[in-house]
Nanobody, 124 residues
Framework: QVELVESGGGLVQAGGSLRLSCAAA????????MGWFRQAPGKDRTFVAA????????VHADSVKGRFTISRDNAKNTIYLQMNSLKPEDTAVYYC?????????????????WGQGTQVTVSS
C-alpha cells in the first residue's frame, strides 16, 4: 500500500506563486509515475502534470505549461509542483496521484493511489 500526503496549498493573489509537495510512504516501489490532478467545484478531476521515477520525464497539461513545473526527489520519495503566475481559474483542490505502471497516463483512471488533496485558492 502507498500513502500520499500533500502539503503547500493556500490562498494567494493572482500572479503569485505556490509550491505543493507530495510525500509518498509505504510501498514506494509502486510509485513509478507520480503526478498532480486538480478538481474545481462542480467539475471533473483533470490532469495537471506527472513525472517518472527513472529519468524524470515529465508531462504538463497545456493549461499550465510555462507556469507550473513538476519535479521529483527520489531520495525523499517526494514530488513538487511549483506554480507561478497563478490565475483565479487555477483555484481547485489539488490531488497527488501515483501508479506503478511505466507510462504516464492523463486520466484519473490511470492512477492507483491518491492523496487527500490540498486546497489552492487564487484571488483576483
Amino acid at each position: 500500500q502507498v500513502e500520499l500526503v500533500e502539503s503547500g496549498g493556500g490562498l494567494v493573489q493572482a500572479g503569485g506563486s505556490l509550491r505543493l509537495s507530495c510525500a509518498a510512504a509505504g510501498r514506494t516501489s509502486n510509485t513509478f509515475i507520480m503526478g498532480w490532478f486538480r478538481q474545481a467545484p462542480g467539475k471533473d478531476r483533470t490532469f495537471v502534470a506527472a513525472i517518472t521515477r527513472i529519468g524524470g520525464r515529465s508531462v504538463h497539461a497545456d493549461s499550465v505549461k510555462g507556469r507550473f513545473t513538476i519535479s521529483r526527489d527520489n531520495a525523499k520519495n517526494t514530488i513538487y509542483l511549483q506554480m507561478n503566475s497563478l490565475k483565479p481559474e487555477d483555484t481547485a483542490v489539488y490531488y497527488c496521484a501515483a501508479d506503478p505502471r511505466l507510462r504516464i497516463g492523463l486520466g484519473p483512471a490511470d492512477y492507483t493511489y491518491w492523496g487527500q488533496g490540498t486546497q489552492v485558492t487564487v484571488s483576483s
